[in-house]
């Protein structure tokens, strides 16, 4: 079954500072992939997804997120961290092709920035 | 602007009431999800709708049922509500595109249920 992992549940990052969360997916094939994230109190909103193409994506919000098909991998970086970054992160995978998309999420990774 | 709306964002209910959360979309989405979300759970998938008056389960449908009897929205019910059933509530939809591939999910703001 497929799942997703992110193994770190809290960072913290000085703003101004680089930052790289996370996530490890198990499929039987390369996913559709995504980055979501919940500030607090709110719904979820994507920051980027990966379909094809260039394995390099750009986001929302000055993120990005780099696919490595061989280390099944699609972790989410941001160069410089500001405050209103604090947030839960939250990857998800979802299946390739036509037909229904049930996307599968981690666990998440809480975000704090420090001053 | 895309919209998922949520007709709560706090609740509170009784053990055995019977609970109705409502969902609203106003992009002509054909799929709608629900999710329940647990501190160390992330998100899991209670049921799911890919067109009016379907649904299908997801991962958790123990305790739960669905409808969707327009387009834009869908209803989650807890026909008697349980302790354990105490969690956020998010609701998605999503576009079915061209070539029958479903786009990204939108979520609306959630509704935290706490059952007494």
């Known amino acids: 079954a497929q799942s997703v992992t992110q193994p770190d549940i809290h960072i913290t990052v000085s703003e101004g500072a680089s930052l790289e969360l996370r996530c490890n997916y198990s499929?039987?094939?390369?996913?559709?992939l995504f980055w979501y994230v919940q500030s607090p109190g709110q719904g979820l909103q994507l920051l980027l997804k990966?379909?094809?193409?260039?394995?390099l994506v750009q986001g929302i919000k000055g993120f990005e997120a780099e696919f490595k098909r061989s280390q099944s991998s699609f972790n989410l970086r941001k160069p410089s961290v500001h405050w209103s970054d604090a947030a839960e992160y939250f990857c998800?995978?979802?299946?390739?092709?036509?037909?229904?998309?049930?996307?599968?999420f981690g666990t998440g990774t809480r975000l704090l920035v420090s001053p | 602007d895309v919209k998922v709306t949520q007709s709560s964002r706090y609740l509170v209910k009784r053990t055995g009431e019977k609970v109705f959360l409502e969902c609203v979309q106003d992009?002509?989405?054909?799929?709608m999800f629900w999710y329940r979300q647990d501190p160390g759970l992330g998100l899991r998938l209670i049921y799911f709708?890919?067109?009016?008056?379907?649904?299908e389960k997801g991962d958790i449908p123990e305790g739960y049922s669905v409808s969707r009897e327009k387009k834009e929205r869908f209803s989650l019910i807890l026909e008697s509500a349980s302790t354990n059933q105490t969690s956020m509530y998010l609701c998605?939809?999503?576009?079915?595109?061209?070539?029958?591939?479903?786009?990204?999910?939108?979520f609306g703001p959630g509704t935290r249920l706490t059952v007494l």
């Open positions: 998605a939809s999503s576009a079915r595109l061209a070539g029958g591939l479903d786009n990204e999910q939108f």
């Open positions: 499929y039987g094939a390369t996913p559709y």
């Open positions: 990966y379909f094809s193409g260039d394995t």
């Open positions: 998800a995978v979802g299946p390739r092709g036509t037909g229904f998309q049930k996307l599968v």
């Open positions: 992009m002509d989405h054909e799929n």
């Open positions: 709708s890919y067109d009016v008056k379907m649904k």
